[in-house]
């Protein structure tokens, strides 16, 4: 079998078999209720249930909100624990390292008896997917440990990179070199090069107590699979244990080899991707004919292939090879060769080949529009259209979306909205021609972010209209008639989303936030039936927020002597024991602001509360997480800010790159000198410390500085070299940090690409005059850094000679902080 078609099992085997445990998940398993005496049964089966369906961030959610309940007992111990565990894992699976760990410390911290409930294969797969490799790293030298990670291997391993490209393991490390040698083993099969004699080496060192044994089974049955030895194929993959991930893969290739005809999917999958009359030998022939470019049988061998029944009913991927096909002729003629006229992918294709090639413009659109206006389709014309929208469009923005700073910059709104303009009449003469999905999207996406809601509201208007069953417009329309206050609009929408989207977590949210907002109508209103009876009605939800929400409408109601039965006390103590201060502020000031509800002073003990600086902070950074468009944070005026909190606070260093990262946005759009002074406050924290996150915080202080030289620097009279100078300072104390503090890989590339933007931008903001040689040389050393040392991975072993800054790092650090 040829070469080419050998390599699809090996993306089989890798990718694919992440769906074997899912068809024996247990979650129908589950029998009874065994949470029926609890006084939150409704909160402890979700958890249960989402525990047992494996759905981390919901379990995680429920798992929150549970534990802050006085009644939280030891039985619900383990799916806490199993909670945080499934969390954690998705946490680490998406990258997100700093935060997994933070949990993890934090769940140690929390309760010390949650230990003696972690699975142990947790805490293997943890150190595996962390990078940190402890564990694993003792697996040469402690039995017990080796045995657990055995039995995890056995069990769970789906890739064997996740040993074998582990830099913090040793060389000698059993684990990572067996691993090594199997993957060398199997590409020796796959190359059918053995010259260097890995497979007969795997098969004399990986023995049948080896944890990898199974490996080593697929390995030798894909190479007999590959010399058509089927018996010793079916020998090899039959002596794979059920317990085993590769178990799916194994019978997958045996049903193959034996023949058996059934309707499972992956055997269908490789036998499509294996077999001389399957799709995949076709789109290798096409890929041939179209590196080849142009010649007289070309067309007609494409046409051919296009044709052929293992392509048919996949139109996306015949506009793909024909956008291709186009592509690399470098097609330039005005409309699409006549030779494919038949095909209803051809237009599509063809637009798609003339955007690659750059060789499409308003002008030449336009000519073309004249010229062939009556033979065109009217979904042909509205493709046209659309394309012509985003030429004006993407032409204004020049670089600026897929900037690496596009985050920290702005951009000219009188500009962009001119440019937009002019593509919005684009756009709706697309949708007048032929109303198209995308054309929707990319209209509202850019309006949303340049015009008011009026002009959104009008684009999601026409969305539904045109397409009443997309759930997008829908959702959109909730929003936007929730922050204009019209609830029962809003309530209407809400209807249609239930019917299309019915059973997903996302709709209980948005429901439980409708019913607040109705709800805090009828304490406007002095009604309190009505109110309590939308309170009942708010299920246990995962957000904590809206139980903070209802809380503080009770004791408000309670306070203005609407309801004669209940007590004001009462409903103040269940509100200064949620321990959110910050966030019973802020709601007030919401009430205050988008109701007829006078602000009411704090509680006494709430005020006590808001001394606590690290509760204080907590609260705020969990009120960032907040993402409802009525009741987020977008108007800082009504948050209750302490910007010497953020100074003197001994909270992580995550949860302040948090709060930097979310507060920044809005100090983009807003000059708030509030803003301002708390993201100062932020980054002066963080370079206090001297901590592994050092450097990020200098780099955020950069960025500010950046921002006070674009906002107020530029004044007459303003020398801009002091300024720059502390610019350059930052960037280099930052370098110092990422590079032989911490000496991360990720912070080094972030300094880099960060480093470089600043010297573009200032090389066009500061002309360099005699007197400036120190920032020359400054910039010389930091554009030097960037080509050099940036990329080195081992780094030297002395420290960086900051005598070209005419200073040492701590005389640095102590300009940064002092010079505000």
């Known amino acids: 079998m040829k070469k080419s078609k050998n390599l699809i099992i090996k993306y089989f085997i890798c990718f694919k078999m992440s769906r074997d445990l899912i068809a024996n998940s247990p979650h129908n ?9 609890y006084p939150f049964a409704k909160l402890a089966e979700e958890l249960h249930s989402s525990v047992l369906q494996k759905r981390g961030r919901r379990a995680f959610e429920f798992a929150e909100i549970i534990q802050t ?33 933070h949990y993890h410390k934090w769940l140690a911290e929390k309760n010390p008896e949650y230990r003696q409930y972690h699975d142990s294969n947790f805490l293997i797969e943890m150190d595996l997917l962390s990078g940190s490799c402890e564990t694993i790293s003792r697996y040469n030298s402690e039995h017990a440990v080796a045995e657990k990670i055995d039995h995890f291997i056995l069990r769970n391993i789906k890739d064997l990179r996740f040993f074998a490209n582990k830099e913090k393991l040793n060389s000698n490390n059993i684990l990572k070199k067996h691993s090594q040698l199997l993957l060398n083993a ?87 991707c294996t077999m001389p009359d399957a799709a995949y030998p076709a789109l290798i022939k096409i890929s041939e004919i179209i590196s080849k470019g142009k010649n007289p049988q070309a067309d007609s061998e494409i046409i051919k292939l296009l044709d052929s029944p293992c392509l048919a009913g996949k139109n996306l991927l015949k506009t793909e090879i024909l956008k291709k096909y186009f592509y690399l002729l470098k097609i330039n003629c005005e409309k699409p060769p006549g030779k494919f006229s038949r095909y209803s992918f051809l237009f599509p294709a063809f637009l798609q080949a003339k955007k690659l090639l750059n060789n499409d413009s308003v002008d030449r659109w336009s000519e073309y529009l004249e010229k062939n206006h009556s033979s065109l389709s009217g979904m042909e014309r509205a493709l046209i259209y659309n394309r012509m929208g985003e030429i004006v469009f993407l032409s204004s923005e020049d670089d600026q979306e897929d900037d690496f700073m596009s985050a920290f910059l702005g951009f000219d709104r009188d500009n962009m909205k001119d440019s937009l303009k002019e593509a919005a009449g684009y756009w709706e003469k697309s949708l007048k021609e032929h109303p198209i999905r995308e054309t929707f999207k990319v209209y509202y996406e850019e309006t949303r972010k340049i015009a008011g809601e009026k002009k959104t509201l009008k684009i999601l ?51 439980n936030y409708i019913l607040v907002d109705n709800a805090v109508q009828y304490l406007e209103k002095k009604e309190p039936e009505k109110m309590l009876e939308c309170l009942e009605r708010v299920s246990a939800d995962p957000d904590p927020f809206i139980g903070i929400i209802k809380s503080v409408l009770k004791w408000l109601a309670a306070g203005s002597e609407i ?27 919401v009430l205050s602001q988008n109701w007829k509800i006078r602000q ?31 009741w987020r944070i977008g108007d800082f005026k009504i948050l209750p800010f302490r910007q010497d909190y953020f100074y003197q606070t001994k909270t992580t260093a995550q949860i302040l790159i948090r709060c930097y990262e979310y507060f920044l946005c809005f100090y983009k759009t807003n000059n708030d000198k509030q803003i301002e002074k708390l993201l100062w406050e932020i980054t002066g924290n963080g370079i206090l410390r001297e901590s592994e996150n050092c450097g990020r915080f200098l780099l955020y202080r950069a960025v500010l500085l950046y921002e006070n030289i674009l906002r107020y620097g530029k ?68 554009v030097k850094t960037i080509k050099t040392e940036g990329g080195n991975k081992t780094g030297p072993k002395t420290n960086p000679k900051f005598n070209l800054f005419d200073k040492n790092i701590e005389s640095i650090i102590h300009d940064i902080l002092e010079n505000k």
């Open 29 to 37: 398993q589950a029998q009874g209720n065994p949470f029926r005496n």
């Open 563 to 589: 309801f004669s039965n209940t007590s004001c006390d009462e409903h103040e103590k269940k509100i200064v024991s949620l321990e959110k201060p910050a966030s019973i502020a802020y709601i007030l000031g």
């Open 186 to 272: 199997w590409q020796e099969v796959e190359t059918k090069n053995y010259t260097n004699n890995f497979f007969s080496m795997m098969t004399g060192e990986i023995s049948r107590k080896s944890p990898f044994i199974y490996w080593r089974l697929l390995v030798q049955g894909i190479r007999a699979y590959y010399e058509q030895k089927n018996s010793d194929a079916l020998l090899f993959l039959s002596k794979i244990d059920n317990i085993s991930p590769l178990k799916n893969i194994a019978s997958a290739l045996a049903d193959i080899l034996s023949g058996a005809k059934d309707n499972k999917v992956l055997p269908k999958k490789i036998h499509e």
């Open 461 to 511: 208007e026409m969305w539904h209209k045109a397409f009443p069953m997309d759930d997008f417009p829908i959702t959109g329309l909730v929003n936007l008639n929730r922050q204009k206050k019209l609830f029962k609009k809003a309530m209407g929408y809400f209807s249609k989303l239930q019917k299309i989207e019915k059973g997903k977590p996302e709709l209980e949210i948005t429901r």
């Open 715 to 782: 004044t007459p009279g303003d020398p801009p070299f002091a300024l720059y100078r502390r610019v350059f300072d930052c960037l280099a104390a930052a370098y110092y940090f990422a590079r032989y503090e911490r000496n991360d890989t990720e912070e080094i590339s972030f300094f880099r690409q960060t480093t470089h933007f600043f010297l573009q931008e200032i090389e066009s903001q500061v002309k360099y005059s005699v007197e400036e040689k120190c920032l020359k040389m400054k910039k010389k050393f930091l």
């Open 69 to 101: 309940r006085k009644e939280f007992g030891r039985d619900l111990y383990p799916d806490v624990v199993k909670a945080f565990e499934l969390r954690i894992l998705e946490l680490l699976k998406n990258r997100h390292i700093d935060e997994a760990i």
């Open 600 to 630: 009411v002073p704090l509680p006494a003990k709430i005020k006590e509360q808001m001394k606590n600086i690290d509760m204080y902070v907590n609260d705020i950074h969990n009120m960032t997480f907040i993402r409802d468009p009525l």
